[in-house]
């Protein structure tokens, strides 16, 4: 049985000592982009670094100048940023932010953002909005109420966690050679870091109270719902895709699921790959050369451990003890 194909991995580097080459640079990356140079020190060098893996992108900035920069706003992409050096000061749709070394920020999908930085290093992740939108979604917030409301974590706790997650994803994208980078691996992580993303940073699914009932969603559309999930169990699914089969609303399907089989659509998901994992590993000669880490990234499951404890929550066993039978 042959393991799951990985995901192509483009990178892109730029590095100079040619401040007017970085400017240049600087535009193309960003479209209407405007870039100011107050600071060139003899020996300048900047390194900028591009890894996208599927919808994701993670960026790496290295710079010993100081510039101003004005970027237009990306509709379609919400970045998220950690700063590692330097300082700086970043201004978007009001808020005034201070960055130096260890904070974390959102760049909100629409936002123009204005910049100044001093010998600055930061790394950045890149999350396509849609993304965003289906993870509120699951939340029963439509595409129209979503946004954030704030740029910087919400709390301490909230910081620490999101700290450990971005430096994480960050790294296993940009290291290489990674054995378990397949497109539906790649895929539940980003939706898992958008996920984490809204229970981090401010914004409207934190104001759930506030939000109206969803409507109802009659038998038929449930069951298209579910039969297009039992025949695409490892297709990469959103929320929003799989309302517009089932012919309903993604508020209106969330719910249903809700209340039918006590899980959000993606949970359904979730329980259905289990089984098909469990079905792969109980079939497996041992001339296959299955293992239990190529089976868990089949079925889009990127984080062996968190696998096999779902695993043994299901089964009451671990995916080890199927495989050896």
Known sequence: MAGPQLIEVRREEMASRDPQEVVAFVGQMYTDSKVRLWKSP??????????????????????????????????????????????????????DLRQQRGNLMVCPAGAPIFTDCDSHDVNLLHVPQVTLIDSAAEYGIDAAAFRFTGLAPADPQRERFWSRLFDLTHHELTAGGSPVLTELVVQNLTRSLAAAALAVFP?????LHLQPGPGAVGSPALQRAVDYLHANPAQPITVSELAGHAGTSVRALQHAFQNHYDTTPLGYLRRLRLDRAHQDLCAAEPSDGLTVALVAARWGFSHQGRFAQLYTEKFGHSPKQDLRR
């Open 203 to 207: 914004n409207t699914t934190m104001d």
């Open 42 to 95: 003899p020996r300048c060098h900047v390194r900028i670094s591009a890894t996208v893996c599927g919808e994701i992108m993670a960026t790496e900035i290295r710079s010993t100048i100081g510039y101003s920069c004005q970027i237009a706003p990306a509709e379609d992409q919400v970045y998220f940023e950690r700063t590692l050096r330097g300082r700086g000061r970043m201004r978007i749709w009001g808020h």
